[in-house]
C-alpha cells in the first residue's frame, strides 16, 4: 500500500509523460522515433530543473515576504542559477506573454461595455413605449 501511494506522488511531481513526448517530437526530424526509456529520462530532467528554478524563486519570495511567485522571479531564478543565456529569452516571452493578457482584458471590458449600451439601448427601446402610455 505504501508503494502506491509514494508511486502516486511520485507521479504527481513529474510532467505528464505526454507533454514531454510532444516536446521532444516536435524538435525531432519527423521520422525520428523516441523510446519510453528517453521520454522518460526526459521527464526526470525537466521535471528536476522545473523544481530546481520554482525552489530558488520561491526562497527569493520568502525572503521578501511575498506569497506568490511570478515570472520575474523565475527570471531572476535563471539568472541566480547561473543559466545567463536563457533569462533574456525568457523576459521578452514573459514580456509578451503580459502585452497579450492586457489586450486581451481590454477587449473583453470593451466587448462588456458595447454589451452593456446595447441592453441600455434595449431597455429605452422597449421601456419607451410603457412611459409614452402612461402619460
Known amino acids: 500500500m505504501a508503494e502506491s501511494s509514494s508511486s502516486t506522488s511520485e507521479q504527481e511531481r513529474l510532467l505528464p509523460i505526454a ?9 525531432l526530424p519527423p521520422n525520428a522515433k523516441i523510446s519510453k526509456e528517453a521520454k522518460e529520462t526526459m521527464q526526470e530532467c525537466v521535471s528536476e530543473f522545473i523544481g530546481f528554478v520554482t525552489g530558488e524563486a520561491s526562497e527569493k519570495c520568502r525572503k521578501e515576504r511575498r506569497k506568490t511567485v511570478n515570472g520575474d522571479d523565475v527570471c531572476w531564478a535563471m539568472t541566480a542559477l547561473g543559466f545567463d543565456d536563457y533569462a533574456p529569452p525568457l523576459k521578452r516571452y514573459l514580456e509578451r506573454y503580459r502585452e497579450i493578457e492586457v489586450n486581451r482584458a481590454n477587449q473583453n471590458r470593451a466587448a462588456n461595455t458595447g454589451e452593456n449600451e446595447m441592453n441600455d439601448d434595449n431597455n429605452l427601446l422597449f421601456d419607451k413605449p410603457q412611459r409614452d402610455s402612461a402619460g
Do not use: A, E
Not at 507533454?19 to 524538435?27: A, D, E, H, L, T
Open 19 to 27: 507533454n514531454v513526448g510532444r516536446i521532444m517530437k516536435q524538435i
